[in-house]
T-cell receptor, first 117, second 113 residues
Framework: AQSVAQPEDQVNVAEGNPLTVKCTYSVSGNPYLFWYVQYPNRGLQFLLKYITGDNLVKGSYGFEAEFNKSQTSFHLKKPSALVSDSALYFCAVRPAYSGAGSYQLTFGKGTKLSVIP | KAGVTQTPRYLIKTRGQQVTLSCSPISGHRSVSWYQQTPGQGLQFLFEYFSETQRNKGNFPGRFSGRQFSNSRSEMNVSTLELGDSALYLC????????????FGPGTRLTVT
């Protein structure tokens, strides 16, 4: 079965500084990778996804993520953090091949991002 | 386009009762997934439906069940509620499976007393 690890429960960054939220995954075969954000008392919002092609994926609100197959990582990045980026971020993976065992979308435990003014 | 809607938004039930939660997907979306979110366990997958068929099921006891109707609306049912079932239940819809991103509803907050 696939799994996702988000090694940091919390990331603190000063406003205007670059931010990185880390994600590593384990899956049979090629992965489909996703990032979601959750604001307090809200559902999750889709940020970006990697399906195939260019390893650098750009998404909503200035976020981007880099797929690294050799390191099985999909870290979320933003060049300049805003206070409004403070939220809970989830990385998710599912196998590209539906026959590769469990085909469900599997989420990491989430990383709380706090951007300090 | 309207987003994913979930009803009710808040629910308080007593241990041993049963509950039904409802989810209306985005128009045109045929896949609906359900998740349980708790502070300790994070987001845990319950089940996924596509065209009225359950395509995937998570590791939850048989007390948790669901179904999808021909209009893609979905319901999930939890019978014989336990205190540990208290959680935020999230529904998500997507056009299909695989590459399609999921769009989440605001969730139903279930409290079991």
């Amino acid at each position: 079965a696939q799994s996702v690890a988000q090694p940091e429960d919390q990331v603190n960054v000063a406003e205007g500084n670059p931010l990185t939220v880390k994600c590593t995954y384990s899956v049979s075969g090629n992965p489909y990778l996703f990032w979601y954000v959750q604001y307090p008392n809200r559902g999750l919002q889709f940020l970006l996804k990697y399906i195939t092609g260019d390893n650098l994926v750009k998404g909503s609100y200035g976020f981007e993520a880099e797929f690294n197959k050799s390191q099985t990582s999909f870290h979320l990045k933003k060049p300049s953090a805003l206070v409004s980026d403070s939220a809970l971020y989830f990385c998710a993976v599912r196998p590209a091949y539906s026959g590769a065992g469990s085909y469900q979308l599997t989420f990491g435990k989430g990383t709380k991002l706090s951007v300090i003014p | 386009k309207a987003g994913v809607t979930q009803t009710p938004r808040y629910l308080i039930k007593t241990r041993g009762q049963q509950v039904t939660l409802s989810c209306s997907p985005i128009s045109g979306h045929r896949s609906v997934s359900w998740y349980q979110q708790t502070p300790g366990q994070g987001l845990q997958f319950l089940f996924e439906y596509f065209s009225e068929t359950q395509r995937n099921k998570g590791n939850f006891p048989g007390r948790f069940s669901g179904r999808q109707f021909s209009n893609s609306r979905s319901e999930m049912n939890v019978s014989t509620l336990e205190l540990g079932d208290s959680a935020l239940y999230l529904c998500a819809s997507s056009k299909g499976q695989g590459v399609d991103e999921q769009y989440f509803g605001p969730g139903t907050r279930l409290t079991v007393t």
